[in-house]
């Protein structure tokens, strides 16, 4: 059984890209069970993914899978070393030789194209080396005892420019993130036929299990839902404050999607949130290197995160410098 599990980073922030990442895991069949409750389900689900809580030594690192931000905020070590460690021992796990950044990029954003290589900000992404799989080996054998087995990760990085274009579309910011995650969701399971390795619908996995953080405190998806897949039949499960749950029904396949308040407690949504965080991390680095190596001379502009009030005192130091850099403000500061 498939299981796709959706989280981001940089939804709050004015400056830097939105970056939602999905994370596919493969589980033994039969998890899915029309006669077994929810609860008894989500303990069964529960089960595959309990090695992923618990810590791991992983060189200096204890590794476990949580929320990134508190992961981002530990004080013990480096933390987006923490990010890194956790984000290479997955590509590893997904089969991924490549020791360098770029060309990993390129696989698992294959819709972004050149959207970083322009704007010019975005263009330098920087990360230390990742490990071998032999490296990696004993974490992955840790992590996957249970039977949960990561098969692949997969990005969308939306750049102020996009996210402007697209809100100036009639689009809202939850609606942005909706359509973001859910098409992402919908390439994992459906490859685009350049791509694709599958061609007849009854190779399909017939049993996929969908996990998202829920969107920007978005209570009701089904709208959505039915335009991304107009052909599935749209069962509506629960819409709660705490979690919206839906069943797409077609002929070959049952998809069940969760939006649950804290979804990121979840470890594989825990995991997206982590390759989510690093990646824009990454792009923060570039953004802020970019700014100072092109700041005022004698200046010196301190980083920012890109959050609202950060961003605004960002924006008077950088504004003699985006001003001589001729930068056009709709490809630098998110209008929402």
């Known amino acids: 059984m498939l299981l796709i599990a959706v989280d981001e980073a940089g939804y709050g922030p004015k400056l830097g890209p939105l970056v939602v990442t999905a994370t596919a895991w493969q589980l033994l069949d039969g998890v899915i069970d029309p006669d077994r409750s929810l609860a008894s389900t989500d303990a069964a689900i529960a089960a595959f993914f309990a090695p992923l809580s618990d810590p791991v030594r992983f060189g200096d690192l204890k590794l476990v899978v949580d929320d990134s931000k508190k ?4 004080r013990s070590h480096d933390p987006l070393a923490v990010l890194h460690a956790v984000v290479s021992v997955c590509k590893a796990w997904c089969g991924d030789g490549e020791l360098k950044l770029k060309p990993w990029l390129k696989k698992i954003a294959t819709r972004e194209g050149t959207a970083l290589k322009h704007p010019a900000w975005l263009r330098n992404l920087q990360s230390a080396p990742f490990v071998s799989r032999s490296d990696a080996q004993p974490v992955i054998d840790h992590w996957q005892k249970n039977g949960a087995l990561l098969t692949q ?27 973001t995650s859910l098409r992402l969701i919908a390439d994992l399971i459906d490859p685009p036929l350049d791509t694709s390795v599958r061609s007849d619908p009854s190779d399909a996995e017939p049993n996929i299990l969908v996990y998202c953080d829920r969107h920007g405190g978005r209570q009701f998806y089904g709208a959505v ?8 039949a749209l069962r509506i499960i629960s819409e709660s404050r705490r979690e919206s749950i839906y069943e797409l029904v077609s002929d070959h ?24 965080k690093y ?10 290197c970019y700014f100072q190596k092109h700041a005022t001379e004698g200046q010196i502009l301190r980083p920012t995160a890109g959050y609202p009030v950060d961003a605004e005192r960002f924006l008077g130091d950088a504004a003699a410098t985006i001003q001589r850099l001729e930068i056009d403000r709709s490809r630098l500061v998110r209008s929402r």
């Open 253 to 276: 396949r049952t998809i069940q999607i969760r939006f649950t308040v804290k979804g990121d407690s979840f470890p594989p949504v825990a995991m997206s949130s982590i390759h989510a």
């Open 225 to 232: 839902l039915q335009h991304i897949w107009p052909d599935a």
């Open 71 to 74: 992961l981002f905020q530990s």
């Open 153 to 179: 990760v997969a990005t969308r990085i939306v750049t102020a420019e996009k996210f402007n274009q697209i809100i100036d579309r009639g689009f809202n910011k939850s609606d942005l993130l909706s359509d």
């Open 279 to 288: 990646l824009r991390e990454l792009c923060m680095n570039a953004f802020n």
